[in-house]
């Protein structure tokens, strides 16, 4: 189950902020890596978002058995840096080659930049199917055989979201986010009973093209565009060239050069300027931007990438059938 942008409060110019109420619970958005574990007989599996295996990655994760012998968790792999949680400290686990090689690479990963796996719901529990029922009757009963343990950390709930914003901003943390206390949960699904509220306006897209650097190797900029709800193909939300310099360019140029094609994958309108000395790529990267908002053009207002995300699909992102409103 996917949270929703927050909205609340959020058009006009003004900042989103937290639902208030006794309906909501609010609890730390964290800058990790979201996971699905499944503990059967002392056996741990772990899922990313797009369904990928990704258990030799994590091999301090193998400790959440200790806490059911059948139980589907669902959570966020963390791994601190400077007192914060880095995402680009966790996202190579879920690359982790299965075999010998990658079983040693992770023993030395997790000792050199231990995970810590945030727990927030549990979706199974022994051989009971939980979605069903409200999100605070689901806490009760991960609350009930909750231990405290090595890699683990179960998260906080708080009542007051303005408060816990205030707080995550202050601590340099990402955000906060808000769930209907009577949500079910919907695998898969995006959300309005979970709100997101992130204190940098940073969202997802998806790569439709890229231009090389005039005069350059290097690249240059990427075409971006959110998933229509049309299907097959993307809503075109502008060009991408700042924070493209050095090592984060060169490593999504690699990245793309496998995935050329002939036709634009965008569905709305792309201009001739933007056009121009383009290469098409098919719309399976994503990555982070950075940016002010939405123009009246619905474009995004100086836009800079922040970073691949490797652990994301295009199908996991919201599908756009015009223009946003409010900000990002």
Known sequence: MLASPGHRGGYGGTPPSPPDGPAWHHEVKWDGVRLLADVRG???GLSSRSGRDVSIGFPEFASLSDIADDALFDGEAISWQDGSPSFAHVVDRVHIAAGEPGRSAARRISKERPATFVIFDVLRLDGLNLTSLALRHRRSALESIWTNGPSRLLSQTYADGASLLEATAQAGLEGVISKKVDSLYRPGARSPDWLK????????????GWRREVGSTRLGAVLIGSPDAGGGGLR??????????????????????????????????????????T??????????????????????????YQRLRPDLDPVHLPTESGVHRGRQ
């Open 42 to 44: 002392g056996v741990v």
């Open 197 to 208: 509220f992130p204190h940098r306006a940073t969202q997802s897209y998806v790569v439709g």
């Open 236 to 277: 075109f939300r502008g060009r991408v060239g700042s924070g493209l310099a050095g090592q984060a360019g060169s490593e999504l140029l690699t990245a793309l050069a496998s995935l050329t094609q002939q036709d634009c994958p965008f569905t709305s309108e792309v201009a001739e300027l933007d056009r121009r000395g």
């Open 279 to 304: 290469a098409w790529v098919t719309p399976r990267l994503v990555i982070d931007v950075a940016s002010l908002g939405v123009s009246p053009g619905s474009r995004l207002r100086q836009p800079a």
